[in-house]
């Protein structure tokens, strides 16, 4: 956990410091997703919970932008959606649309109320549903700032006890 921290406060801190480069480059999404999926499946198994990855077949050819920053969104709203999800199923879709990379995170953990979606993405925000979990509230701000950084948007739809779904699209090039 003490790792997870620092590196959190240092791309914080990056971040909020301007010090972060896009680097575009070329990269397989397919490629990408399956390694971030993979990379989670024992954490999910270990939870009981499953993992569920669905990318659509135009994935697998090649796209421009950042493939470090693009998992670095992915694997922290994955984390998030395996750790605030106790019983049931998390699901990663990813697909490509009008010149956008998106992927949608969907879980059946405990949701979010309206009040604390507003709050959500902001820095070091733990909010009263997040309860018997670790972390420093820094993940959902980061993510924020990362899709933002890209050009993209972020979008949460959730209610209390229903689950949440986080849908990124960031602009990527042929």
Same mark, same amino acid.
């Given at each position: 956990?003490? =790792?997870?921290?620092?590196?959190?406060?240092?791309?914080?801190?990056?971040?909020?410091?301007?010090? $972060?480069?896009?680097?575009? #480059?070329? @990269? *397989?999404?397919?490629?990408?997703? !399956?390694?971030?999926?993979?990379?989670?499946?024992?954490?999910?198994?270990?939870?009981? #919970?499953?993992?569920?990855? !669905? =990318?659509?077949?135009?994935?697998?050819?090649? /796209?421009? %932008?950042?493939? *470090?920053?693009?998992?670095?969104?992915?694997?922290?709203?994955?984390?998030?959606?395996?750790?605030?999800?106790?019983?049931? @199923? $998390?699901? @990663?879709?990813?697909?490509?649309?009008?010149?956008?990379?998106?992927?949608? /995170?969907?879980? !059946?953990?405990?949701?979010? %109320?309206?009040?604390?979606?507003?709050? #959500? @993405?902001?820095?070091?925000?733990? =909010?009263?549903?997040?309860?018997? /979990?670790?972390?420093? %509230?820094?993940?959902?701000? #980061?993510?924020?700032?990362?899709?933002?950084? =890209?050009?993209? !948007?972020?979008?949460?739809? *959730?209610?209390?006890?229903?689950?949440?779904?986080?849908?990124?699209?960031?602009?990527?090039?042929?």
């Amino acid at each position: 956990h003490l =790792l997870e921290l620092v590196t959190d406060l240092l791309d914080f801190y990056k971040l909020d410091s301007n010090k $972060v480069a896009v680097n575009r #480059i070329a @990269f *397989s999404p397919a490629d990408l997703f !399956t390694a971030v999926c993979t990379g989670f499946e024992p954490v999910a198994a270990a939870k009981g #919970i499953e993992l569920r990855c !669905t =990318l659509a077949a135009e994935l697998s050819g090649q /796209v421009a %932008g950042d493939p *470090s920053r693009v998992r670095q969104i992915a694997e922290n709203l994955l984390s998030n959606a395996i750790k605030f999800t106790d019983r049931g @199923f $998390v699901a @990663f879709d990813a697909w490509l649309e009008e010149g956008r990379l998106l992927f949608r /995170v969907s879980d !059946t953990g405990r949701g979010i %109320g309206p009040e604390e979606r507003e709050r #959500i @993405f902001q820095e070091f925000v733990r =909010l009263p549903s997040a309860g018997g /979990v670790s972390g420093v %509230g820094l993940g959902l701000s #980061i993510v924020d700032r990362l899709v933002k950084l =890209l050009g993209g !948007t972020i979008e949460l739809e *959730s209610e209390p006890g229903a689950g949440s779904r986080f849908l990124v699209a960031v602009p990527v090039g042929e």
